[in-house]
């Protein structure tokens, strides 16, 4: 190939990838304006900054290329930066795709509202925790999915793009628990845990609690740190009302609620759900709500009627379960400033009882006053994902009050999370 023609070509070629990358530019066509919109503005600009701060790194690429390639008395040479910039446009493309994503879910005004309200709610869940250990509390974006369980990208990760960090805390909720999204506070914990430096305390916590009975089950305990961590935080900001939607969520077979997953750091199932049983009976007190789900699940999946080596592990925690519990929530860590995660987030504060207390203090206020929306958020989602209807109908009208309080609650500022 002569000269010219190899110029040619290599000039065609980064005209397509330059062309490519004015295109990712548009983020108005990746989610449409409206959807944009239905971001708080703090957390809208934010999340385009970064995502264009991408974008022009690959363009200023892009020209330079361009020069090299026109100047170059052997163009051919710059082939191999040319195959370079391709791969990294498709990273920024994959992580401008992802957050549109995201974002353009909320172009229906019902459920952008919705998601609104959730990413207030988010952004309080961390807070709670943060503001007392003085650690900034990143920006919360939610967005709906399919899928069984929620999950979390951290905020301050790096990203597919190599670009930069994760500006937000970007938490799924699957479409099935939009009715009863208190996963949320499972996610945003997995976020606080992280700033905070839990896991890695907590991972040494159930070590020493576990192995006096066994060293084989403490060091399995050990592994699950992350996500015990991410239930315990969930329980004491919101109770018991997440129980139910991770019962619903991780219930199976009997043989796969005993499944140990080498290399998976969330719990079997039975256990986990037994785990966030005891929490409850540890704070609220034996007889509850929990009691049934416990039943149910003992009757269900009984580890100690099977003969199988997973469920011989789940039968011999059950002794620990108590130790546990207590050692997350009333034990000091330093993560936390010398003091248990209960001094900061108090579970007493969304037990039952409390929360009647608060619905019968705020009567018809708890779901319009302005007041109890920013002072008392967490408190209010638990209260009205706490009761568990049992016919469809009954279901649907807690979606409903729920989702308008969610949607009054989405406009408020949220000057503490700038």
Not at 87 to 111: F, I, K, M, N
Not at 334 to 359: C, H, M, T, W
Not at 388 to 414: E, F, I, N, V, Y
């Amino acid at each position: 190939m002569t000269e010219t023609a190899s110029r040619r070509q290599l000039q065609s070629e980064l005209a397509h990838w330059r062309g490519a990358i004015a295109q990712l530019a548009d983020l108005d066509a990746v989610a449409a304006p409206q959807a944009w919109a239905e971001l708080e503005d703090y957390l809208r600009f934010r999340l385009r900054e970064r995502l264009l701060s991408s974008i022009r790194t690959l363009e200023a690429e892009g020209a330079a290329l361009a020069v090299h390639v026109d100047s170059s008395e052997r163009p051919e040479q710059a082939r191999t930066a040319l195959l370079q910039l391709r791969q990294r446009y498709l990273a920024v493309e994959a992580t401008v795709e992802w957050y549109g994503d995201a974002v353009q879910q909320r172009t229906t005004p019902r459920l952008g509202a919705v998601l609104r309200g959730l990413d207030t709610i988010a952004v309080d869940a961390m807070e709670a925790i943060l503001r007392p250990l003085g650690i900034e509390t990143p920006p919360a974006l939610t967005y709906p999915d399919k899928g069984l369980g929620a999950a979390v990208l951290r905020a301050g990760i790096r990203l597919w793009d190599r670009g930069g960090l994760s500006p937000v805390a970007a938490i799924k909720i699957t479409r099935h628990n939009l009715a009863h999204p208190t996963a949320l506070v499972h996610e945003t914990t997995h976020q606080v845990a992280h700033l905070c430096g839990w896991n890695a305390e907590l991972r040494d916590v159930l070590r020493s609690v576990v192995a006096p009975q066994s060293v084989v089950l403490a060091s399995m305990w050990s592994t699950w740190a992350s996500e015990i961590a991410a239930d315990v935080g969930a329980f004491a900001l919101a109770g018991w009302s997440p129980v139910p939607a991770l019962a619903n969520v991780v219930d199976g077979t009997t043989a796969a609620v005993h499944r140990v997953r080498p290399g998976d750091p969330h719990p079997p199932s039975w256990i986990r759900v037994m785990f966030n049983v005891q929490l409850c009976r540890s704070w609220f007190g034996p007889s509850g709500p929990w009691s049934d789900l416990a039943e149910a699940w003992q009757a269900r999946h009984d580890p100690r009627t099977l003969n199988d080596p997973d469920a011989q592990i789940a039968a011999a925690s059950i002794p620990l379960l108590a130790s546990i519990a207590d050692a997350c929530t009333r034990r000091s860590y330093k993560s936390f400033g010398g003091r248990p995660l209960s001094a900061i987030a108090d579970p007493n504060r969304v037990s039952p009882s409390a929360l009647q207390e608060l619905r019968r203090t705020s009567a018809d206020s708890l779901l319009t006053s302005t007041f109890l929306a920013r002072n008392e958020s967490l408190r209010i989602l638990a209260l009205l994902t706490s009761d568990q209807p049992l016919d469809p109908a009954a279901a649907t009208a807690r979606t409903a009050r729920l989702h308008d309080w969610l949607a009054r609650l989405a406009p408020l500022p949220l000057p503490r999370a700038v």
